[in-house]
Every structure is written in structure tokens, then in C-alpha cells.
């Protein structure tokens, strides 16, 4: 159906100010990561187990607009119960995987809230005139999957995001080096300038496969600013590493656990998510 528009569209201006609602979002440094030991609790009001550097409640603490990095926590319920799905050992591989398409749901939203370009004018609805604010369908976002466990996480972005793009990216990483390796890149060369970018892995452990996403995004030439990362489960170990090279990166993650064993898996974690999903 086709829209009637009572006056032209505008563009806001890149520096338009945005409202960023209550989330709980704090930046990490590597002397902050460094600090941190034992299991970490992520609660509503208290964020205690974080130590002296991180604390106070999410609507007391102003979003950093410094150049660390930010790790943002979404505190809802849907998400925890998500996540307990997703750590249950007994949990079948359909549900597993849709547990974990609904929790990248709700992180996209959560990642996309004040992130997405916008479009207003004025349309007849049945009963008068409008003002309507749109999402402008010419900037849409780039979705960048991190193969295979993450085309579960991103499996209902299209129905979040009205325009988006997808590139898919195979690491895989080698089990006795840890070190990843890439099989799988069709992103293009170069990525429009202001380019929003998703990339989409749902565990972050030693942060090899994430830095070598990336490090090939940069080569792209997007900036740190431009990228969000998505992850139901990221261990410490990786967001050191992650902070200490992106600043100004943000990451947005189901929850936090505090640590990674010999084999380079999360502890508590959820297993290995590629092989829960696809029931190999």
C-alpha cells in the first residue's frame, strides 16, 4: 500500500542529539578487566561482584561517550531466561536453537535502540493527518554472522530491523592452538562510509574469532564506532582483549561469565554452541 507523504521526508543531521534509555551499560579498560575475579552478578540494583571500578545502578550511570570500550548487559527477564535455557545440558537441539534466535532477538532490539537512521514526514491515516517517523530504508545495516553458531543468533534480524545487509564470515578455530582461521569471507572490499555494523557471535572466549572479524572489518574500512557486538555468553578473557584494541567498541551480551578452561570454553558457559545448535 502505497504512502501518502503531506510533506518531503527529512534526514536529521548526522550530529543530531539521540536519547539512549536506561541500560545497563559500563565501560571496561584493561586495568578495570584485570581486577575482576570470581563469578560475576549482573543484578537490577547491585552490581557488586564487579568490584570498586564498576558500580552503581544502571539509572544512575550516563552511558560513556570516552573512548573505552562499553559492554551493555540488557536486564531483562526474557534475556536471563534465555540464557538458562540455553545453559541447561538437557535442553533438546530445537529448542537450544531457538532459544538462542530469541535471545539475539531481544539483543538486536537492545543494540539497535538508538543506533538506527530515521526518516520523518506526515501521512493520512483514517481519521487525519500524521507525523510518522520511519526507518530510512537507504542506510541499512550491515549483519555480519560469525559461521556457523551465529546464523542461529541472527536468525530473527529481519524481523527486528526493516533494512538490513548480510555478509556471512566462516572462522574456524583450532582446537590445540586456539588460533583462528578464516574459511568463509564474502564481505565486499570496501563498506559504505558510516556503515552500522552487527557482527554476530554468540560466545566470546579467548576473543581470537571476534578480533579476526573485526581486524577484516577495519581492513574495510569501518571504524571502531561503527561496530556493535553481539554475544549471548562473553567471558573476560576476551573483553580484555577486545577493550585493550577497540576503543569505543561496544558489546552487547546476554551475560558474563568470568572465566575460560585449558580448552579455551567458557566456564560456566554453555558448551559448544556450534555443535548444541546443529546437533553435531
Not at 139 to 158: D, N
Amino acid at each position: 500500500m502505497a504512502l501518502s507523504l503531506h510533506s518531503p521526508l527529512q534526514i536529521p543531521p548526522p550530529d543530531t542529539p539521540r536519547v539512549t534509555r536506561n541500560r545497563l551499560a559500563f565501560p571496561f579498560s584493561p586495568n578495570t578487566i584485570s581486577r575482576l575475579s570470581g563469578p560475576i552478578s549482573i543484578g537490577r540494583r547491585r552490581r557488586s561482584a564487579l568490584g570498586s571500578s564498576i558500580k552503581g545502578t544502571m539509572e544512575d550511570r550516563r552511558v560513556s561517550n570516552d573512548d573505552r570500550m562499553l559492554v551493555i548487559v540488557p536486564p531483562h527477564p526474557l534475556i536471563k531466561h534465555w540464557i538458562s535455557v540455553l545453559r541447561n545440558e538437557e535442553t533438546p537441539c530445537p529448542i537450544f536453537k531457538n532459544a538462542m534466535a530469541e535471545l539475539g532477538r531481544l539483543l538486536i532490539y537492545e543494540a539497535s535502540r538508538d543506533w538506527l537512521p530515521t526518516v520523518t514526514g506526515e501521512i493520512q491515516s483514517p481519521m487525519g493527518v500524521a507525523s510518522v517517523e520511519f526507518i530510512d530504508p537507504r542506510e541499512p545495516v550491515t549483519i555480519v554472522p560469525i559461521l556457523r553458531a551465529g546464523l542461529a543468533l541472527v536468525e530473527h534480524a529481519s524481523s527486528i530491523l526493516p533494512a538490513t545487509k548480510t555478509y556471512h564470515l566462516g572462522v574456524k578455530r583450532n582446537e590445540s592452538t586456539l588460533q583462528p582461521s578464516i574459511y568463509l569471507n564474502n564481505l565486499p572490499d570496501k563498506l559504505p562510509e558510516g556503515s552500522r555494523v552487527f557482527v554476530v557471535d554468540p560466545m566470546l572466549a579467548t576473543g581470537g574469532t571476534i578480533i579476526a572479524a573485526i581486524d577484516i572489518l577495519k581492513d574495510r574500512g569501518v571504524e571502531n564506532r561503527q561496530i556493535k557486538v553481539i554475544s549471548a555468553v562473553a567471558a573476560h578473557p576476551a573483553l580484555q582483549k577486545l577493550s585493550e584494541r577497540y576503543p569505543g567498541l561496544h558489546v552487547y551480551a546476554g551475560i558474563i561469565d568470568p572465566t575460560i578452561n585449558e580448552k579455551g570454553y567458557i566456564l560456566p558457559g554453555l558448551g559448544d554452541a556450534g555443535d548444541r545448535i546443529f546437533g553435531t
